[in-house]
């Protein structure tokens, strides 16, 4: 595998003062990474995103928005996000890195990728900032994938604790993207239904695997192996996206599951393990995580994963929840447009 990460110092500087999405994140993840050699991939300096490939998702409002709220100071965006003077230089690089990202693994010149910085993203709507997230990073790398490189079907698979609404919103209408959630409910932002599938061409392009608080690794991993899986061959991706949230990790603050690092390392084993049997790249747009060391660990793990050899089938345990998923599969068959 040659395997690269982005990553840059900007990511630093986007400060919302004591908060949970806070630059320490950051500091511990590379503090990890470069006592292992960066887990088998090679650091590189990410880009800014052009203002081209943030209008491919974000209305010019929305990002002048964003550019004009920091080069002033900063201030709230809503009750949980707001800018610092550092804010649009740290959201410009962070999605300027999964666009590099994609460049490197549709180019050939990588076959795995990580693009490692904050703000994350996940949440922000086509024109609406929330929940901790400016751009949509992951979105903005997907659009980057058919814009520039002509891929007519990309995964994403978002396994953050919170349901990705904004990559759902701004995905909902095309078949694509197929997004593929797992996360807690309820639990912020409320969204992230099964029965919320998309809409028009995009009809059956979103799946939300909606798990209880208190899920673990039996039941994460199993939903990973046994329903994202299949549904991924179905559509034969030509590029795999994870929008890689660590905060079902047990120790998170601000979540109930019960996820450990091992169980980060199995999901990522299957989406190795997936990218492998199609022949198509994999790379990670880093969201959430707010317990540093667990995050910082279990990213880690996800990288040192995808360095290494393709790991067999996980042991997949029985729960409720995956007989419940299947039975759900069973009555909605996966889909290629
Ligand atoms: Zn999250």
């Given at each position: 595998m040659t395997c690269v990460l982005f990553r840059h110092p900007s990511s630093l500087e986007h400060d919302m003062g004591p908060h949970p999405e806070q630059p320490a994140r950051i500091t511990a993840i590379e503090r990890e990474l470069e006592a292992c050699d960066w887990a088998g991939f090679t650091p590189r300096e990410s880009p800014a995103a052009t203002d081209a490939q943030l209008r491919a998702v974000h209305p010019a409002a929305h990002v002048e928005r964003i550019r004009a709220l920091a080069e002033a100071g900063g201030g709230p965006i809503d009750g949980d996000t707001r800018l610092s003077r550092g804010s649009w230089d740290a959201a410009r690089h962070a999605a300027g890195g999964a666009v590099a990202m994609v460049d490197a693994l549709l180019s050939g010149a990588a076959t795995r990728g990580a693009a490692v910085h904050?703000?994350?993203?996940?949440?922000?709507?086509t024109a609406v900032p929330m929940g901790f997230c400016l751009l949509n990073n992951v979105a903005v790398a997907a659009r980057h994938a058919r814009d520039a490189?002509?891929?007519?079907r990309v995964l994403v698979l978002d396994w953050d604790v919170h349901h990705g609404n904004g990559t759902e919103e701004i995905f909902?209408?095309?078949?694509?993207v197929l997004f593929c959630s797992l996360h807690e409910h309820p639990l912020y932002p409320g969204t992230g239904r099964p029965a919320d599938r998309g809409h028009g061409p995009g009809a059956g392009f979103t799946l939300n695997l909606p798990l209880p608080a208190g899920s673990g690794d039996p039941e994460w991993t199993g939903l990973v192996e046994r329903v994202v899986l299949p549904v991924a061959r179905a559509y034969d991706p030509g590029l795999l996206l994870v929008s890689a949230g660590y905060d079902a990790h047990r120790d998170d603050p601000l979540a109930s599951c019960l996820v450990t690092d091992e169980g980060f390392a199995t999901m990522a084993g299957s989406v190795h393990r997936l990218a492998d049997e199609l022949g198509v790249p994999l790379g990670l747009v880093l969201e959430g995580g707010y317990d540093v060391a667990a995050l910082a660990r279990s990213l880690r793990r996800t990288l040192e994963t995808w360095s290494g050899p393709v790991p067999p089938a996980p042991a997949v345990v029985p729960t409720p929840i995956l007989e419940a998923a299947e039975g759900w599969i069973e009555r909605h068959p996966p889909l290629r447009p």
């Open positions: 904050r703000p994350p993203g996940h949440h922000c709507e490189h002509g891929v007519g909902a209408g095309t078949d694509q």
